[in-house]
């Protein structure tokens, strides 16, 4: 039985044993209370989460920050959702330092009996896997965690308290290079990444380029990786911005950037150039990097904010996927730009994301 159900059944439990005690005692003798003191209340003892009553949700990012204006902030933003929607009593996140932290981090929300942990980030997937099988009555999201951890030779691969919250990065790459390759005058894209270690980043690039060559072979690409390791390839937005600059001198005039503020700063340089569009990545970036607003014509979105609503939802539905939970992706509105992304672009994006639905299209990455 689920601890929301018990809990439920607890609160009705409770309310029966106090309406009985008020029955008991409805009749005043106006005797005073033993030793001639007065009544007093007892004090009132706030339940924890590990009570059965109590729900509470906690968020450990990867090596990154959660105000990233992009990846972490949207996991945060569906566990502020979720927790709102469900009364949490306790909602709170912990930014990773140290890849070394991850089991330190989750066990923090353990020792507390928090109900829900989201993991955010593919590093953290092996650790989080060995956290759910070690602590079966505490549900782990790992976005962008694909659940395939194998622990022993007896266990099965999908651990029932374990879920990946996963997407399709390249199909939404893809439709933000095929839009590029359709924006650009001089042929030439650029597009500025975290690190090729963490493959959701690798999909976003390889659909990128697979787009833009979808409408225009003959185009280039000019796509460049974060030198660093883990700890740095996704808050360096100084390197991102000059990567960009660089780029741009060599004809890009449209730049992708998709690593988090990293990728932040490379869509910030291009607005500073007249003539380049920008596209940002994972949340509607218009909503979050008002600097890149000359430039921002759409995102290639993950819509990781209502993916995680959706598994918390499932989590008090009694309907847990096992293994992985592919939430949408696609691009983010045009805003300022709709009217230079025309019809004829539009109905060819629409067409490309019908495609790639139903298989008849493919990106070619992972084959």
Same mark, same amino acid.
């Given at each position: 039985?689920?601890?929301?159900?018990?809990?439920?059944?607890?609160?009705?439990?409770?309310?029966?044993?106090?309406?009985?005690?008020?029955?008991?005692?409805?009749?005043?003798?106006?005797?005073?209370?033993?030793?001639?003191?007065?009544?007093?209340?007892?004090?009132?003892?706030?339940?924890?989460?590990?009570?059965?009553?109590?729900?509470?949700?906690?968020?450990?990012?990867?090596?990154?920050?959660?105000?990233?204006?992009?990846?972490?902030?949207?996991?945060?933003?569906?566990?502020?959702?979720?927790?709102?929607?469900?009364?949490?009593?306790?909602?709170?996140?912990?930014?990773?330092?140290?890849?070394?932290?991850?089991?330190?981090?989750?066990?923090?929300?353990?020792?507390?009996?928090?109900?829900?942990?989201?993991?955010?980030?593919?590093?953290?997937?092996?650790?989080?896997?060995?956290?759910?099988?070690?602590?079966?009555?505490?549900?782990?999201?790992?976005?962008?965690?694909?659940?395939?951890?194998?622990?022993?030779?007896? @266990?099965?691969?999908?651990?029932? &308290?374990?879920?990946?919250? #996963?997407?399709?990065?390249? +199909?939404? %790459?893809? /439709?933000?290079? =095929?839009?590029?390759?359709?924006?650009?005058?001089?042929?030439?894209?650029?597009?500025?990444?975290?690190?090729?270690?963490?493959?959701?980043?690798?999909?976003?690039?390889?659909?990128?380029? @697979?787009?833009?060559?979808?409408? &225009?072979?003959?185009?280039? #690409?000019?796509?460049?990786? +974060?030198? %660093?390791? /883990?700890?740095? =390839?996704?808050?360096?937005?100084?390197?991102?911005?000059?990567?960009?600059?660089?780029?741009?001198?060599?004809?890009?005039?449209?730049?992708?950037?998709?690593?988090?503020?990293?990728?932040?700063?490379?869509?910030?340089?291009?607005?500073?150039?007249?003539? #380049?569009?920008?596209?940002?990545?994972?949340?509607?970036?218009?909503?979050?990097?008002?600097?890149?607003?000359?430039?921002?014509?759409?995102?290639?979105?993950?819509?990781?904010?209502?993916?995680?609503?959706?598994?918390?939802?499932?989590?008090?539905?009694?309907?847990?996927?096992?293994?992985?939970?592919?939430?949408?992706?696609?691009?983010?509105?045009?805003?300022?730009?709709?009217?230079?992304?025309?019809?004829?672009?539009?109905?060819?994006?629409?067409?490309?994301?019908?495609?790639?639905?139903?298989?008849?299209?493919?990106?070619?990455?992972?084959?």
């Amino acid at each position: 039985m689920s601890k929301k159900l018990l809990g439920f059944l607890a609160l009705l439990l409770l309310t029966a044993l106090v309406l009985t005690a008020c029955g008991g005692t409805a009749e005043n003798t106006g005797e005073e209370p033993a030793n001639n003191e007065p009544a007093v209340d007892e004090p009132v003892v706030e339940e924890g989460c590990e009570s059965e009553n109590v729900f509470c949700i906690g968020l450990v990012t990867d090596v990154g920050e959660v105000d990233d204006k992009s990846f972490n902030q949207s996991a945060w933003e569906g566990a502020q959702l979720a927790a709102e929607k469900y009364n949490a009593a306790k909602i709170d996140y912990i930014e990773t330092k140290d890849a070394k932290d991850y089991a330190a981090n989750m066990q923090l929300f353990l020792d507390q009996g928090y109900d829900i942990i989201v993991t955010v980030g593919f590093a953290m997937g092996e650790a989080t896997g060995i956290a759910a099988v070690e602590n079966p009555d505490t549900f782990f999201i790992g976005v962008d965690q694909f659940q395939v951890y194998q622990f022993d030779d007896d @266990a099965s691969n999908d651990v029932p &308290n374990f879920v990946g919250l #996963v997407f399709n990065e390249d +199909h939404s %790459g893809f /439709l933000a290079g =095929a839009l590029a390759a359709m924006l650009t005058e001089t042929n030439i894209l650029a597009g500025v990444y975290g690190t090729d270690l963490i493959p959701p980043v690798v999909a976003f690039k390889e659909g990128f380029e @697979a787009g833009a060559a979808y409408i &225009n072979p003959d185009i280039q #690409v000019i796509s460049t990786y +974060h030198p %660093g390791g /883990l700890d740095v =390839a996704f808050t360096d937005p100084e390197w991102g911005g000059a990567t960009a600059a660089q780029a741009i001198d060599n004809g890009a005039d449209v730049v992708f950037g998709a690593g988090g503020k990293t990728g932040n700063g490379a869509i910030e340089e291009a607005a500073a150039h007249d003539g #380049v569009f920008c596209i940002g990545v994972d949340s509607d970036q218009w909503l979050t990097v008002p600097a890149a607003h000359p430039c921002l014509v759409t995102s290639a979105m993950k819509l990781i904010t209502p993916g995680l609503v959706g598994l918390v939802d499932a989590y008090f539905e009694d309907t847990i996927p096992l293994g992985n939970y592919y939430g949408a992706a696609g691009l983010a509105p045009y805003h300022d730009f709709e009217s230079m992304v025309t019809s004829e672009m539009q109905a060819t994006i629409d067409e490309l994301a019908a495609g790639l639905a139903d298989g008849s299209i493919t990106t070619g990455y992972g084959q």
